[in-house]
């Protein structure tokens, strides 16, 4: 089987390797669909805080060739989704609910869904492995790990406000995938959503997805009453300025949903008047827990992801190096890569 390797920053390597065998608990899939992700660019650009270089890719989904002792939930044959991490169970974190923020969280992942094969993990296996239902397609399927990180955001935000759990109005900064998703689960909560974002082509993407209200260029174009004026915020577009831009459209009493991860050390100045005086809500999102993962499953079979509208293109496999320039470059925001080469069209 070929797999791929992240060797060092904008270095794709290839081993070749015989088909694992699973050990107890174990489930070996043979990939039929892997996406890329916003995090595999981050890691291909400049490495990763919590990742190390080594197997490449997480999003996936794929057909079950062999199941370790004692697995009784899935049999070979049997068509796959799952996300890469689960929870521990036992440490401080787990213990304490937060499963998401578990100790081991990154011990063990299902890594290296670029490959022919993957091995899941016995605690994936255990938590995080579903059936993929026939009417959802290799492709939509290997969305679960995305869209359970924006389910997760979701249940941070609701949990932030207790009177009102889901605002009625919401401001997203940033309209890549992740930016993109929560405008989908906002579009199926029915809030009216205002999407920021530089490039026109997203704009007209995220206006095609529902963005409902307005959808403006950048913030200069923001009409001066609108500052100041959103109960919800999410940012995604992972900058500094784009922490602060979240804050400053936050309207008193308001949610500010930090979504996306800025390189390690950065320290981001904040309009403190705003934070202290309006009363807003900072909050962090990491993550996932199996709650969420099974939140983002039972959405994900019903449709709600528009995925043909967020894959860029659909590759062959060996066409992995030339999907992260193109991403490198933004000629595209997801690519789906297909081992098999008869295959590389939408499954
Ligand atoms: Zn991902
Ligand atoms: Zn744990």
Not at 214 to 233: H, I
Not at 316 to 328: I, T, V
Request: aromatic letters at 6%; one cysteine or more.
């Amino acid at each position: 089987m070929r797999r791929a390797i992240l060797a060092s920053p904008n270095t794709i390597d290839w081993e070749d390797l015989p088909a694992p065998t699973p050990a107890p608990g174990e489930v070996i899939v043979r990939v039929r669909a892997a996406l890329t992700c916003g995090t595999d660019l981050k890691t291909y650009r400049r490495g990763h805080p919590k990742l190390a270089f080594g197997p490449f890719g997480h999003e996936a989904s794929g057909d079950v060739v062999a199941v370790g002792e004692g697995v009784r939930s899935v049999r070979p044959g049997e068509a796959v989704m799952w996300v890469q991490t689960a929870p521990c169970g036992s440490c401080a974190r787990c213990a304490a609910g937060d499963e998401n923020l578990c100790e081991h969280i990154t011990d063990d992942m299902a890594l290296g869904a670029y490959a022919d094969y993957i091995r899941l993990p016995a605690k994936v296996v255990a938590r995080n492995l579903f059936a993929k239902p026939q009417g959802l397609g290799y492709i939509e399927a290997a969305f679960l790990e995305p869209f359970s990180c924006v389910v997760h955001g979701w249940n941070v935000l609701r949990r932030a406000n207790a009177r009102t759990p889901i605002p009625h109005e919401l401001a997203i900064i940033g309209a890549g995938v992740i930016g993109l998703l929560h405008l989908v689960y906002a579009k199926h909560a029915g809030i009216t959503t205002t999407v920021f974002a530089r490039d026109d082509r997203r704009r007209d993407l995220a206006a095609r997805l529902g963005a409902a209200s307005m959808v403006v260029a950048d913030f200069d174009s923001l009409p001066p009453e609108r500052a100041a004026s959103f109960p919800a915020v999410i940012e995604c577009a992972g900058t500094s300025e784009s922490w602060q831009e979240a804050v400053r459209l936050a309207a008193p009493g308001g949610r500010v949903l930090a979504f996306s991860g800025l390189p390690k050390g950065t320290h981001v100045p904040l309009d403190a008047t705003r934070v202290h005086y309006d009363e807003l809500a900072i909050l962090g999102s990491f993550h996932f827990t199996p709650d969420d993962v099974r939140e983002a499953r039972d959405l994900l079979v019903t449709g709600v992801v528009p995925a043909r509208d967020l894959i860029s293109g659909v590759l062959p496999l060996a066409s992995l190096s030339h999907a992260f320039e193109m991403l490198d470059h933004r000629a595209g925001h997801k690519y789906a890569l297909i081992p098999e080469p008869a295959q590389a069209q939408w499954i």
